[in-house]
Every structure is written in C-alpha cells, then in structure tokens.
C-alpha cells in the first residue's frame, strides 16, 4: 500500500515541494522528465502534474494528497480536504494595470477587459466592489495580455513583482494572499490516512526546526 502525491511539474512550487518531501527524509528521484517517481525510504508515490489539475485529481481520487497554492485550491471549488498550510510558494493575486494607466481606485475598473487565468476568484472580487467588468480566460502568460491589446488590465499571481515590472504593469489591489497547502482526498482509506499522519508529523517537525 502506497500513498500517492500530486506535485507541480514546473513552476514556482515545483523545487520547494520536492525539497520538503527531502526535509522529511524522504528520497526520490528528481523527475523533471517524468510523470511519476517513488520514494526508496516511504511508501510514497510521486505524480508530477499541472498545478491547475491537482485539485480534480485529488477529489477523484486518482493522488491522495498534493501540493498545491491556496490560490489554485480557492480557484477550482473541488471537494478536497485542506490539511496544512506548508509556509512556502508566499504570493499574492493582484490587479494590475499598464503602468501609465491613471488609476485611483477599484471603481476605475468598471467595464475594462481584464485577463486572467483565475475567474472564479476574479468574479467575485468585482461583485464584492460592486465592479461589473469583461472577464477574459487564459490559462497562461496572463501578463503580455495588456501589451498585444488583448485586455486592459489582469488579474495574475504576484511573487517578487518582476513578471509585471518587465511587462510594464503596476500592482494596483491585491484580491487574495495565498500560499502552498497539503490537500488530501476526503475519502482515504485507513492505511493511507496512517501513511498521511506519519507524513503530516515529519512535515510539521521539519516546519517546528525552522521557526
Ligand atoms: C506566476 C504568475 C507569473 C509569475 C509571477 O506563475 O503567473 O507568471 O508567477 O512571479 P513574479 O512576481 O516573481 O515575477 P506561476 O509560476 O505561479 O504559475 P503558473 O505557471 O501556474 O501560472
Ligand atoms: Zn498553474
Ligand atoms: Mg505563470
């Protein structure tokens, strides 16, 4: 019996997440080319994934538990268990606009296009400032969508700020906080729930030494 694990592929959670399961005494083989791996020293089973797809994954079942940013978690509305918050992948999901943009407040919104990869989260940000605006879905390189005049402004992660500095944006609300959570199946079985604890406790050890 085997505990199974969804982790980014790529991305800003990828090394953190696979220098946690390290901390925990647990060795796998970096897989940057591949879709699974397994731990030699825990019953552990390692997916390498889409960070948007894990939630899916996670409520169906197909991974036990994963690692994902709140962000992503808050984004897809899947039945999944929020287990613990890991103190890494630390960001923001913001509104930014061209930096040239003469902007005073949310209201300034108001009828834009504005792209973004998280209109869930988005939709009700407006609703709650009383902002009706254009929503525009795409799954990626959010930031360039001012530039080739796709979207007047977006709504994208923000971790050191450089994305938008280089893409000539200015950070103008922060809609949420987020940060990298363990997520688990709302249904495990008794071995793999044990198999959680025993992860959980190296997990919250390994969290302690560094405070
Ligand atoms: C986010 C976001 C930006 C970048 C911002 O992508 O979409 O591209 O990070 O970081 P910065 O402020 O430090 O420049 P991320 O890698 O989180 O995930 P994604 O591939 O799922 O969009
Ligand atoms: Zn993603
Ligand atoms: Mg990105």
Do not use: W
């Not at 991305?11 to 925990?24: A, F, Q, T």
């Not at 902007?103 to 939709?123: C, E, F, M, R, W």
């Not at 198999?195 to 302690?208: D, E, G, M, N, S």
Request: hydrophobic share 45%; charged share 25%.
């Amino acid at each position: 019996m085997k505990l199974k694990i969804a982790i980014q592929k790529s991305g800003r959670l990828h090394e953190d997440s696979i220098k946690l399961l390290k901390e925990c005494g647990i060795d796998i083989n970096n897989g940057v080319n591949k879709l699974k791996t397994e731990a030699t020293n825990f019953p552990l089973e390692v997916f390498f994934l889409r960070d948007d797809d894990i939630p899916q994954y996670i409520e169906d079942g197909v991974a036990d538990i994963g690692v994902v940013g709140e962000n992503v978690v808050l984004e897809k509305k899947k039945q999944v268990r929020v287990v613990e918050k890991l103190g890494f992948g630390k960001c923001r999901l913001s509104m930014a606009v061209p930096k040239a943009m003469d902007y005073n407040n949310v209201k300034d919104l108001h009828n834009l296009k504005i792209a973004t990869s998280y209109p869930v989260i988005l939709g009700d940000f407006l609703k709650n400032n009383g902002v009706t605006a254009d929503i525009h879905e795409i799954s990626g390189s959010v930031e360039i969508a001012p530039g080739i005049g796709l979207a007047a402004a977006i709504c994208d992660l923000v971790s050191s700020g450089s994305t938008l500095f280089m893409n000539g944006l200015k950070e103008v609300e922060t809609v949420l906080k987020s940060e990298a959570v363990l997520i688990a199946n709302e249904g495990l079985q008794e071995a793999q729930q044990l198999l959680l604890q025993k992860l959980l406790f190296r997990i919250q050890a390994v969290r302690k030494a560094k405070n």
